[in-house]
């Protein structure tokens, strides 16, 4: 499904990514565990092609297409999408019509908007009609994004997890997400510092300092991240420079 080759990330002279070799199959959930400030959301922003995110080496194939050089809006088009960690905010689009545009894309005979609703723990009774600006709070928002991701069923799902705000309830909601879409034929890239929503993963990889440092069953990939990454501070340099969606 998706294959990344020696993928380099560079900012103002400053490393960020490094020699990314990472390997998604079909309907795989593929999980990528590390600290914060290690690169995992600068990676999901290059993959998913983001504004100034264009990777200084390297190469990105998605189904057998190379996408290095492809824009968002193309990527999007092709099936890939991604939930942030900061979700966006709609001024004047209602949750209705958010997730009726997304909906579009997975076509008829899957599940219904107020069924992701449900999905991520929101009643579609009190939320259908509110709108996706500041009247939400984050969390609230995180949990539109995630219905709108499933409600589009996409061939492959970036779910980039907030570094805070998450308790079990929505660690809940974010594993029934994941397993839906994994059941409904999408492949997902779950990127995480949470070894709980690390563990429902097919496989996990191991990320510290800006590259991959070990790939494979997420039981033996999270031994590694508690023994060997949870007190390192092998970080990258210019945490500053760290990804943001505004």
């Not at 594993?175 to 034929?185: E, H, K, N």
Request: charged share 25%; proline share 3%.
């Amino acid at each position: 499904m998706l294959q990344v080759t020696n993928l380099d990330f560079v900012v103002e002279g400053k490393q960020i990514l490094r020699d990314i070799c990472l390997e998604i199959k079909a309907r795989e959930i593929h999980s990528i565990l590390g600290t914060n400030g290690t690169g995992k959301s600068t990676l999901a922003a290059v993959l998913m092609g983001l504004s100034g995110y264009r990777p200084a080496r390297g190469r990105i194939v998605f189904r057998g297409e190379d996408i290095t050089e492809l824009s968002i809006t193309e990527r999007a088009q092709r099936g890939i999408t991604l939930a942030c960690q900061e979700p966006a905010r709609f001024e004047g689009l209602t949750v209705s019509e958010y997730l009726k545009i997304g909906q579009q894309a997975a076509g008829d005979g899957f599940l219904s908007p107020k069924e992701c609703l449900l999905k991520v723990g929101l009643s579609p009774e009190k939320y259908l009609g509110r709108f996706v600006d500041a009247t939400l709070s984050g969390g609230e928002r995180k949990r539109v994004e995630l219905a709108s991701v499933l409600v589009m069923k996409p061939k492959l799902a970036i779910l980039d997890e907030p570094d805070s705000g998450i308790d079990a309830l929505s660690i809940a909601n974010i594993v029934d997400v994941i397993r839906t879409l994994s059941g409904a034929g999408s492949s997902v890239l779950l990127i995480t510092h949470h070894e709980e929503v690390a563990a429902i993963a097919d496989r996990t990889s191991s990320m510290c300092g800006g590259t991959i440092l070990k790939t494979g069953d997420p039981s033996s990939i999270t031994r590694f991240f508690r023994n060997h990454c949870q007190e390192c501070q092998h970080v990258n340099e210019p945490q500053a420079e760290e990804i943001s969606y505004a």
